[in-house]
């Protein structure tokens, strides 16, 4: 099965437009789209208009095409769309939402999950602690979560994320593959300690919680974003977890993306 793994677009219609024309080139039988997908501007909220505007019409030429599209929103996608994002994944049959739900084809498994640890930027809507131990950032201000009427905001956001369940919580609980061996996980938090979550400071950010998953569960493949700079700064966009595979593309002004081929376990990063 070859795949192309795309993440952090947030809503740059050159990219996606780039990526449908790369996937007929390669002959990709899916492309997997890991989160943050919808645009960044100064009204959150016109997130929904691309949803049914761009995306919709955006699907339709992967289901015309006969791609597999398999995605799901990141931290930065308000939640408040995640009911249309939902109905119109649901259109079609070769687009898949995967946020906590498994997908299978071809004797492998897809489980995706968007819950992030804690970060210091004030949308809260995917935030969790990673574990019950967890220190948290200093943050940019107030806590926030989308809601019809408006941004509401949380007084207290670490009284608020204790009452939560963790990151290692939501991982425990998310379904379970048949055969973890052929497994692919889309997580879009990156674990910790593999040089996959490395800030422009030197900071890493990763989930100890999701790094113990993936140790611990050894599916055969992890694909990863939200740090858009890491593998620039610390040169790494994929890393071995005993037997489990995991990678991280980043993205950058340039449109970057990785191929894989499962059957092979073959891997190439592409800018372009």
């Known amino acids: ?89 649901n259109k079609f049959q070769y687009v898949v939402s995967t946020a906590q739900k498994k997908f299978e084809i071809e004797g492998y498994t897809f489980i995706g999950m968007n819950w992030i640890a804690d970060c210091p930027f004030q949308l809260k809507d995917r935030c969790r602690m990673d574990t019950y131990d967890y220190v948290f950032q200093k943050q940019l201000g107030n806590g926030l979560l989308s809601k019809p009427e408006g941004l509401q905001e949380i007084d207290d956001w670490f009284s608020y994320a204790k009452t939560l369940p963790t990151v290692e919580d939501e991982l425990s609980s998310l379904v379970r593959p048949d055969d973890m061996a052929n497994a692919v996980y889309v997580i879009h938090m990156p674990p910790y300690m593999l040089g996959l979550d490395v800030c422009f400071d030197g900071r890493e950010v990763g989930s100890r919680a999701i790094y113990d998953f993936l140790l611990q569960n050894q599916p055969k493949l992890s694909l990863h974003g939200h740090i858009h700079e890491s593998p620039e700064v610390s040169r790494k966009w994929f890393a071995k977890l005993k037997n489990t595979i995991c990678i991280q593309p980043g993205q950058s002004g340039r449109l970057t993306y990785v191929t894989i081929d499962l059957s092979s376990m073959k891997f190439n990063r592409i800018k372009i």
């Open 1 to 89: 099965m070859k795949i192309i793994y795309v993440t952090d677009i947030h809503g740059d219609k050159w990219k996606y437009n780039r990526l449908f024309e790369v996937a007929k080139s390669f002959k990709a039988d899916m492309v997997i789209n890991g989160g943050d997908m919808l645009p960044m501007t100064a009204n959150l909220y016109n997130q929904g208009k691309f949803i049914s505007s761009f995306l919709e019409s955006y699907f339709l030429q992967f289901e015309s095409a006969g791609i597999y599209y398999l995605c799901l929103l990141g931290n930065d996608d308000l939640r408040m769309f995640d009911d249309l994002f939902e109905k119109t994944c």
